[in-house]
Nanobody, 123 residues
Framework: QVQLVESGGGWVQTGGSLRLSCTASGRTFSFSTNAIGWFRQAPGKEREFVAGVNWSGGSSYADSVKGRFTVSRDNAKNTAYLQMNSLKPEDTAVYYC???????????????WGQGTQVTVSS
């Protein structure tokens, strides 16, 4: 079993920044061989891909966040990060991290999910 814990969400004004963290644990879980995906879900909307980082460090982003968000990982800490800059009200959502082997998927085909962290951007 794998546990994912997100942190770093909160309230911020338009143009502000937040950094989300996702820490993984599990007795036999190999963080370094897994991809980490970040998704978000706003009220009344479907869950959507935001960004992800492959096991090798390669990253992918949704068009809506390119140039504003940066995804990274620290295998020594079993933690992935999502640095969010120039935040907009439309970024308001619950943000989830998830893991799957090797490569990022832009669809929610992941093996384990965190509980989510709320991000609210006010205008």
């Amino acid at each position: 079993q794998v546990q994912l814990v997100e942190s770093g969400g909160g309230w911020v004004q338009t143009g502000g920044s937040l950094r989300l963290s996702c820490t993984a644990s599990g007795r036999t879980f190999s963080f370094s061989t897994n991809a980490i995906g970040w998704f978000r879900q706003a009220p009344g909307k479907e869950r959507e891909f935001v960004a992800g980082v492959n096991w090798s460090g390669g990253s992918s982003y949704a068009d809506s966040v390119k140039g504003r968000f940066t995804v990274s990982r620290d295998n020594a800490k079993n933690t992935a990060y999502l640095q969010m800059n120039s935040l907009k009200p439309e970024d308001t959502a619950v943000y989830y991290c998830a893991v799957r082997p090797v490569r990022v998927a832009v669809t929610p085909e992941y093996d384990y999910w965190g509980q989510g962290t709320q991000v609210t951007v006010s205008s």
